[in-house]
């Protein structure tokens, strides 16, 4: 069978970006540009099935794979954090090497036998859509293969219930209220008035700079300690050292160092 | 364009298999709307209630309706009935052992919070607050229905789509134990990999098959092979690829590597559930690929397989001596095992099929017998399953200690147990076609394995127990499942005819 001319421009346009989508995927360092490649690659095969006269099955792997599937990854990896990239240590010796020189040869052994193959003349896309493009799906799919398309409804079910039992964090306590705060800070003694809200600087204020104490010494109390385990808290020394400047300009707190009592 | 017309279903002959998926999903509702507290009281009964019910309905039912139906998918014949009695049968056994919850509020092998991270404050307080796995429940009917679809699959999507349907469920309940639990998380993730990519070697071997023939359906396949010219390069790899994909899930080498580490990761009872049951599913959906879709192309698998399984034999035989932990143990025997029944496969007869059906039960029961017990045998707390744990049980708890000699004796092939019998009805058709190497290799390899099960009945009754081990004390749950077990294994060793001659007569696949 013979490509026509825009077809084969097609092909050779897009089939090695294709490639390198898939390439990336294995070899990117980090998550985000590995799901990308991936949604690179499947675009692609949507395109390769339109131009195929499968529109409906190209359309359905654009909106359902690429954008669908390919966008909760994204929003997984953001969750997860777009930092975090997998540890590359090899745990076996010469693991890496091995395994590539035995895929190398899985590849050229099918290409070798694949490649021998000699196919008989096709039937044409013209009769395989002779019923219409999706027509012709649904006959298969509520016909032939009614069964299979029953049967993956357990797969779905089990895949929902496994993310469940995996992922969700069943709240097993009522969540505490406002005043059940209250009322237990208040039973303990400590911090009635609550914990201290973050630095106040004269020109600069955020969740990352801890609050003076009256002594002049840093309140770790004011920094949430998703912050601190990240080590992601600022020193407080550059804004004090602003606010003290400013201060002495306008004479406000006459020099005398930090804290009242000095 | 025709009229379209539904697609005629059988619905007497897949009704077992519906019982099951109706059962699974009712699980998942008493899931969503039953309280808490009395979600494991609901599921026990519902689940064992779905199995038996699939089981009366296919020895009072499906046997009068055989028959291919719904357009090829499905084939209902002699095999397909036998795998599917047997899955169900010991899944029953199964479900008894992985509801044993010895004095807690659920199922004492399943952590009470699959999504706590191990040691972490949220899981010291599920614990408290007494939340329950009961989803173990419908997943286990879920793989079975999938197991029971497997080896009835008449062409390789629904084959797929089977695989992946018993597979899923049994991915998810292999990271759930109560102890140890990010070993079992570690298995469960590596089972996983792992099976995707099996799962894809099957799914292109099926697409180049489909490619050489233009079809999937076993049948049509069959008919094609001898017919199709010059694509016979595309057939071979496909059904190298198809058997790659089923090898994995019966763990033959080299695609055994998962099988030491998921057994040892995975609950107890979930270990014997899936040695038994994914064996039975995923030698009858072999036995069916290979007798009714590729009968005409034997000259090209026989002997590549004939290589797998006695390179299984070998391989699990020899690493078995080496191990130190019970559970481990038991994965390379089962490796073995998975060796001496793909003698049925390469045999390629119908009294093969029979053997490989009466080993396949018979080897099952000891197996999730022996989890079983495993699962007994504890120190603080947690399953003793190292084997120095294990010495001198047999002074400490008799019981215990006798029935897994037992059940070894059984793995071994000593007679008057199940295990001789199956092996004389497997290994004798394999001499019978042809064979005989590979059934001296397999003499060999009992007797390697004959000595690992006879070292640890030694260490059971020659050593000095250790302190803090001891042996639980469980329901009747567990007391009934093992009680069945042993009297089956017992039974089958002393009065086998009953069962081989339901095997011998339901050998012939339909085509």
Redesign the interface.
């Known amino acids: 069978m013979k490509l026509g001319g825009a077809e084969s421009t097609l092909f050779a346009l897009a089939a090695p970006l294709s490639v390198i989508g898939a390439l990336a995927l294995l070899f990117a360092r980090k998550a985000v540009h590995a799901a990308m490649g991936m949604a690179l690659t499947m675009v692609v095969l949507g395109i390769f099935y339109i131009a195929q006269q499968a529109e409906f099955l190209g359309v359905i792997q654009i909106f359902v794979y690429s954008g669908a599937v390919m966008m909760l990854f994204l929003f997984v990896i953001m969750l997860v954090g777009v930092d975090s990239s997998d540890s590359l240590v090899e745990t076996i010796r010469g693991q890496r090497w091995a395994g590539l020189l035995l895929g190398l040869a899985l590849a050229a052994l099918g290409l070798a036998t694949i490649g021998k193959a000699t196919f008989p003349a096709g039937t044409g896309l013209d009769r395989a859509n002779s019923q219409g493009n999706v027509s012709g799906i649904a006959r298969l799919i509520f016909g032939n293969y009614v069964w299979v398309f029953e049967a993956t409804s357990a797969l779905l079910i089990t895949a929902a219930l496994g993310a469940m039992m995996l992922a969700h964090r069943e709240r097993l306590s009522e969540r505490p209220s406002q005043a059940d705060w209250s009322r237990a800070r208040i039973k303990s003694g400590r911090n009635v008035a609550g914990l201290p809200a973050p630095g106040v600087y004269a020109r600069h204020n955020a969740v990352d700079t801890p609050a003076l104490l009256p002594d002049g010494s840093t309140s770790e109390l004011s920094i949430s300690r998703v912050l601190k385990a990240r080590g992601q808290v600022a020193t407080a020394d550059k804004e004090l050292a602003i606010s003290q400047e400013l201060e002495g300009e306008t004479g406000d707190m006459t020099r005398r160092g930090n804290g009242d009592d000095k | ?1 025709g009229e ?4 005629k ?1 059988n619905y007497a002959a897949v009704l077992p298999m519906l019982i099951v ?1 109706a059962a ?2 009712i699980g ?1 509702l008493v ?1 969503a709307f039953v309280p808490r507290a009395s979600r494991y009281v609901a599921q026990l009964p519902l689940t064992l209630i779905g199995l038996a019910g699939a089981l009366a309905a296919l020895l009072l039912n499906s046997r009068d309706n055989q028959g291919i139906t ?5 084939v209902v014949d002699g095999p397909t009935l036998m795998f599917q009695g047997i899955v169900l049968a010991l899944s029953i056994l199964a479900v008894l052992v992985m509801a044993e919850r010895l004095d807690r509020e659920g199922a004492d092998a399943f952590t009470q ?4 991270v191990p040691g972490s404050p ?1 899981e010291a ?2 614990e408290r ?1 007494g ?1 329950t ?1 009961t ?1 173990v429940f ?2 286990t009917l ?1 793989a079975v ?2 197991m029971m ?1 497997f080896p009835a699959s008449g062409n390789l ?2 084959m797929f ?2 695989l ?2 018993l597979s ?2 049994l ?2 309940m292999t ?2 134990a109560r102890r140890r639990r990010l070993l079992s998380q570690e298995a469960a993730l590596k089972y996983f990999l792992l099976g995707a990519f099996s799962s894809a070697f099957f799914i292109f071997g099926a697409a ?1 098959i489909y ?2 023939t233009t079809s999937t359906d076993l049948s049509v396949i069959a008919k094609a092979v001898g017919q199709v010219t ?2 016979d ?2 057939l ?2 496909g059904i190298l690829l198809v058997a790659v994909g089923l090898l994995f899930k019966v763990g033959a080498v080299p695609f055994h590597s998962w099988t030491p580490d998921v057994y040892q990761g995975a609950p107890s009872p979930v270990t014997g559930f899936m040695a038994a049951c994914t064996k039975i599913a995923a030698f009858g959906a072999m036995a069916r690929v290979f007798y009714v879709g590729f009968e005409a192309l034997r000259w090209n698998w026989q002997p590549v397989l004939a290589v797998v399984a006695a390179l299984t034999m070998v391989v699990g035989a020899v690493l078995s001596i080496t191990q130190k932990d019970v559970k481990r143990l038991l994965a390379y025997s089962s490796i073995t095992h998975a060796g001496f029944l793909l003698l049925g496969i390469v045999a390629m007869d119908r009294t093969s099929i029979a053997g490989l059906m009466f080993y396949l039960a018979a080897y099952g029961i000891s197996t999730i017998t022996a989890f079983a017990l495993i699962a007994l045998v504890r120190q603080s707390g947690a399953e003793a399953t190292h084997l120095s744990q294990w010495a001198g049980l047999g002074r400490t708890s008799p019981v215990v200690a006798a029935v897994f000699a037992f059940m070894m004796l059984s793995f071994a092939g000593i007679p008057l147990t199940s295990g001789f019998t199956a092996k004389f009805a497997l290994f004798a058709p394999a001499v019978a076609h042809g064979g005989v190497w590979l059934v001296v290799l397999a003499m060999l390899a009992s007797a390697v394995t004959a000595f690992v099960y006879v070292r640890v009945i030694v260490l059971m009754y020659f050593s000095d127990p250790i302190d803090g081990v001891s042996v639980v004390n469980p329901s009747y749950l567990t007391y009934a499942a093992v009680a069945v077990g042993a009297a089956l294994t017992l039974m089958l060793g002393v009065l086998p005819s009953p069962l081989l001659d339901a095997a011998k007569s339901a050998s012939i696949f339909l085509r």
């Open positions: 364009m379209f017309v539904a697609t279903i998926f699974a999903m998942v899931e719904a357009a090829g998918a499905v919070s699959g999504a706590s949220l307080q599920a607050l939340a796995t989803e419908p997943l879920f229905g999938g679809l999507l629904t789509v089977a992946e349907v899923l469920p991915y998810i990271g759930l180049l490619g050489a010059g694509l390069s595309l071979v790899p």
